[in-house]
């Protein structure tokens, strides 16, 4: 869909920066084109939001915070379940709107919105559920903890689900009695504008802010001692940027960041679901953009050639590039030519170090296609361990297959990386599951199962692939901290 073809209604009507209960033009007067990254041309403009526009946001979010800390736990949920009934109302305007500004399929994006309610109605349901404990003390003490919300909190928010990650990551913080400030990703901003301009007056004035900029607008937010606590969904150097930041304030993080995930096959695993299980722990319906993706695959030596052979003709049946805003496609376009270059890079340097090409590999070649930023379903075979491939995460749709023998060796492989967000293991034995998930060094384990995350179940990884815990009970204690409270009785 060309931007002269959008429906009325999709796009926001707002080109400003939303907090303190109103919309306000960017203190500098700056705004940057937004594209659709299928014909890599312009939608519209956003507007860039400087150390100033973050100021005045987080200096909004502060003076509404002691009135929102004291709302009642009760009546913060009915705040968050009136968000959320009118994101399912939107949903699929949304998904357009996602689809034309970030190159994912509309039919994957449909679900988006919906995920993002369920988010805000769970942490409703545990508004009232952070409670302290007593501690015994003995005679002539009552001794007792309390949770309490940490005043304002910024979120920077990844591209991949520019609107989901906008709309849940405030579900949290906001239940807890926090203020919050969301910054969208600047490759796809506009969904974020339309949360504001949807959601942003059922809260009171300041209890709900958006900003879109850069890095300018990221490191202020950051920086700011106002802001008691930062997140961030993106890549490890942007990770590491912000952790490097936030230490001047000492200011804790939650950050979610990339992986270089394994599914390892066992011999006995179920080959027909197992070659399903390949396909959609990689992600190929987001072009390989997620940072769950179960990019390297570590099939037995018995079951290898048999198994690459049915990835490999199921693929291009299963994920072939196509117009995003098409119900029927089923694989979108990357985000940008810079993330186009990058994946053209590694894939190139996958052939250079010796890695077998089966699929894909190059653009498609279909002429509707050309002037965006499409890049076809990619497998690499007989990969090593000391190839880039198996080592870096793309974030594009390429797969890198690794073949196994000795279980030893094997594992020595899968956590020979810095990343440790997912994995997944597949095998029929009872025994063999439950090893294997004690010797994954990742935050997060399927079993005979990928890509599907579960309402309440702690999602985030170790070593370089995050801090923190989200989409459960833990995530809503990360915008708190414990009080301790000691009565003497005379």
């Not at 796809?188 to 942003?200: F, I, Y």
Request: hydrophobic share 40%; glycine share 10%.
């Amino acid at each position: 869909m060309r931007a002269k073809d959008i429906p009325q209604g999709v796009l926001p009507d707002q080109r400003g920066l939303y907090y303190g209960g109103a919309w306000h033009a960017p203190k500098a007067g700056a705004s940057a084109p937004t594209i659709n990254p299928t014909y890599n041309e312009v939608i519209t403009t956003a507007p860039l939001a400087d150390a100033a526009d973050v100021d005045a946001a987080v200096q909004a979010a502060h003076a509404a915070f002691p009135a929102w800390a004291s709302t009642t736990p009760v009546e913060r949920g009915r705040y968050l379940r009136r968000a959320a009934a009118v994101l399912r109302e939107h949903a699929q305007p949304l998904a357009l709107l996602d689809a034309l500004n970030n190159g994912n399929p509309i039919s994957a994006l449909a679900m988006d919105a919906g995920f993002a309610a369920d988010c805000l109605d769970y942490f409703a349901g545990l508004a009232t559920e952070v409670k302290g404990e007593t501690i015994p003390m003995g005679d002539g003490n009552f001794n007792y903890t309390v949770q309490e919300p940490l005043g304002v909190v910024a979120r920077i928010v990844a591209y991949n689900h520019p609107f989901m990650f906008a709309a849940a990551k405030m579900a949290a913080p906001l239940a807890a009695g926090n203020t919050v400030v969301m910054k969208a990703p600047d490759q796809a901003p506009l969904s974020t504008l339309r949360l504001a301009e949807l959601v942003g007056d059922i809260f009171p004035p300041g209890v709900v802010n958006f900003l879109c900029g850069g890095r300018d607008c990221g490191d202020a937010m950051t920086r700011h001692p106002l802001v008691r606590k930062i997140t961030l969904i993106g890549g490890v150097p942007t990770g590491k940027a912000v952790m490097r930041s936030a230490s001047d304030n000492l200011k804790p993080v939650l950050l979610e960041l990339g992986g270089k995930n394994a599914l390892v096959a066992y011999p006995d695993a179920d080959i027909d679901k197992l070659v399903n299980g390949i396909i959609a722990g990689m992600n190929f319906t987001w072009s390989g953009q997620s940072c769950g993706s179960t990019s390297r695959v570590f099939l037995h030596a018995s079951i290898y050639d048999q198994v690459l052979e049915k990835v490999v003709s199921l693929l291009p049946q299963r994920h072939k590039p196509g117009i995003p805003t098409d119900p029927k496609t089923t694989m979108g376009s990357l985000v940008s030519q810079a993330q186009l270059d990058k994946v053209i890079g590694y894939v190139a340097k996958g052939i250079e170090d010796g890695g077998r090409l089966l699929c894909g590999g190059k653009r498609p070649d279909d002429p509707a296609l050309k002037d965006g930023f499409f890049y076809e379903a990619t497998v690499f075979a007989d990969m090593q361990p000391h190839m880039r491939l198996a080592q870096e995460e793309v974030f594009g749709p390429v797969l890198s297959v690794f073949k196994w023998s000795d279980e030893e060796a094997l594992w020595n492989q899968v956590n020979g990386v810095d990343f440790g967000l997912t994995g997944s293991i597949w095998t029929q034995n009872v025994n063999t599951a439950h090893r294997a998930a004690r010797r994954i060094q990742t935050g997060y384990v399927w079993m005979n199962n990928a890509s599907q995350h579960f309402m309440g179940a702690p999602f985030g990884g170790v070593k370089q692939s995050g801090i923190g815990r989200e989409e459960c009970f833990s995530e809503l204690l990360e915008f708190t901290y414990t009080k301790n409270v000691n009565l003497k009785f005379e």
